[in-house]
């Protein structure tokens, strides 16, 4: 069906709804049952009776919030301003332990008499004069001036004054050393008996040079070997095989160092005889 528009007979379209309906039929009378959504059984946690018997034994009355009934304070005793604040003790006035002994006697007081009629038949004036003439000059401190205005200090202390090399025991070697060379002594000779004594009994020989000089070429040989292997290593070491190798080849190279360094060092070195 269509439209006319009165004012200008155009045709106009019927306004159709978004709306749409299923198809009819007759099988939609037909009554259905009402299909129940089914839900997922609720989530119980194996810990439940655990969490339940926690709480009971840690469980107490007023534990947080206190108890319910607090004795109110007396009216007579309320809180005094500074009352909690902490008491310092009381102050008493400064004395040194030895204040007692090193002491000056008291002031006099202005009502105290001297001592009258004591008179000595001492001659000051004569005594300091014998005292002045008997007594030694002091001889004046050496001293030394450090700059140009004249400053001065004493010379004993300036290491100027040689007062060492005065010394009885200088140039001679200080008892210490004297000691420590007689231990040493004495505990190579210990060392060089029982090494003469295990010798004797067959247990231990000494290397001859030539076969120390052998063992040491040889040691130097290895160590040669391993560190043309070391210089042909790739640079990154980007894998565990390579990084093993690496620290295996360094691990060899340093004991060979250690037992080339200890063969050069020992001249006489002794091995036991199996």
Same mark, same amino acid.
């Given at each position: 069906?269509?439209?006319?528009?009165?004012?200008?007979? *155009?045709?106009?379209?019927?306004?159709?709804?978004?709306?749409?309906?299923?198809?009819?039929?007759?099988?939609?009378?037909?009554?259905?049952?009402?299909?129940?959504?089914?839900?997922? $059984?609720?989530?119980?946690?194996?810990?439940?009776?655990?969490?339940?018997? #926690?709480?009971?034994?840690?469980?107490?009355?007023?534990?947080?919030?206190?108890?319910?009934?607090?004795?109110?304070?007396?009216?007579?005793?309320?809180?005094?301003?500074?009352?909690?604040? +902490?008491?310092?003790?009381?102050?008493?006035?400064?004395?040194?332990?030895?204040?007692?002994?090193?002491?000056?006697?008291?002031?006099?007081?202005?009502?105290?008499? +001297?001592?009258?009629?004591?008179?000595?038949?001492?001659?000051?004036?004569?005594?300091?004069?014998?005292?002045?003439?008997?007594?030694?000059?002091?001889?004046?401190?050496?001293?030394?001036?450090?700059?140009?205005?004249?400053?001065?200090?004493?010379?004993?202390?300036?290491?100027?004054?040689?007062?060492?090399?005065?010394?009885?025991?200088?140039?001679?070697?200080?008892?210490?050393?004297?000691?420590?060379?007689?231990?040493?002594?004495?505990?190579?000779?210990?060392?060089?008996?029982?090494?003469?004594?295990?010798?004797? #009994?067959?247990?231990?020989?000494?290397?001859?040079?030539?076969?120390?000089?052998?063992?040491?070429?040889?040691?130097?040989?290895?160590?040669?070997?391993?560190?043309?292997?070391?210089?042909?290593?790739?640079?990154?070491?980007?894998? *565990? $095989?390579?990084?093993?190798?690496?620290?295996?080849?360094?691990?060899?190279?340093?004991?060979?160092?250690?037992?080339?360094?200890?063969?050069?060092?020992?001249?006489?070195?002794?091995?036991?005889?199996?």
């Amino acid at each position: 069906m269509k439209h006319v528009t009165p004012a200008t007979g *155009a045709y106009n379209h019927p306004i159709m709804s978004d709306t749409i309906y299923p198809p009819e039929s007759i099988y939609n009378l037909i009554p259905r049952e009402e299909e129940k959504a089914m839900k997922a $059984p609720r989530y119980m946690s194996k810990f439940r009776e655990q969490v339940k018997l #926690e709480k009971e034994v840690n469980k107490a009355p007023s534990k947080t919030m206190g108890p319910a009934k607090v004795d109110v304070p007396s009216p007579q005793k309320y809180l005094l301003k500074h009352s909690k604040e +902490p008491k310092l003790p009381e102050k008493k006035p400064f004395k040194y332990e030895d204040d007692e002994l090193h002491s000056k006697p008291p002031v006099p007081a202005r009502t105290d008499k +001297p001592l009258m009629g004591l008179h000595s038949n001492k001659n000051f004036i004569k005594t300091n004069a014998v005292e002045n003439i008997m007594t030694v000059p002091r001889k004046p401190q050496p001293v030394y001036a450090y700059t140009k205005k004249g400053d001065k200090q004493l010379l004993e202390n300036s290491g100027l004054v040689p007062k060492y090399i005065k010394k009885k025991d200088y140039g001679q070697t200080p008892e210490y050393l004297l000691q420590r060379r007689e231990e040493v002594k004495r505990a190579q000779g210990e060392y060089d008996n029982y090494v003469k004594e295990r010798m004797r #009994e067959g247990a231990m020989k000494q290397l001859s040079g030539e076969e120390r000089h052998n063992i040491l070429q040889a040691l130097k040989k290895n160590w040669d070997e391993l560190h043309h292997q070391y210089q042909g290593l790739s640079v990154v070491t980007d894998t *565990a $095989p390579k990084k093993y190798r690496k620290e295996r080849l360094e691990q060899e190279m340093k004991q060979l160092e250690k037992d080339i360094e200890l063969i050069e060092r020992h001249k006489t070195i002794y091995i036991a005889n199996n």
